[in-house]
Nanobody, 112 residues
Framework: QVQLVESGGGLVQAGGSLRLSCAAS????????WAWYRQAPGKQRELVAD???????NYADSVKGRFTISRDNAKTTVALQMNSLKPEDTAVYYC??????WGQGTQVTVSS
């Protein structure tokens, strides 16, 4: 079993920054992909960014150049650095491991 716990969400003004972190426990293997998803009110959950075991990162077009995903295999953590935040980035952000496991979500609210 795998448990994921996110932290770092909050309220920030447009143009500001936040850093989300996700700590994992349980049967974690570095070969698997980590990802961050988000879900805004009334919208479907969408992929924000993912990162392979080799460090290859993929980003949604809407966040490219503003967000950076990183992972620490030794500490079994993944982070999402979010810069130049926009009101449309407001959502609940979810950590995902190996496409199967989800954290409880952390709220990010960007005010205009």
């Amino acid at each position: 079993q795998v448990q994921l716990v996110e932290s770092g969400g909050g309220l920030v003004q447009a143009g500001g920054s936040l850093r989300l972190s996700c700590a994992a426990s349980g049967r974690i293997f570095s070969i698997n992909t980590w990802a961050w998803y988000r879900q805004a009110p009334g919208k479907q959950r969408e992929l924000v960014a993912d990162i392979t075991n080799g460090g290859w990162a993929n980003y949604a077009d809407s966040v490219k150049g503003r967000f950076t995903i990183s992972r620490d295999n030794a500490k079994t953590t993944v982070a999402l650095q979010m810069n130049s935040l926009k009101p449309e980035d407001t959502a609940v952000y979810y950590c995902n491991y190996a496409r199967d496991y989800w954290g409880q979500g952390t709220q990010v609210t960007v005010s205009s």
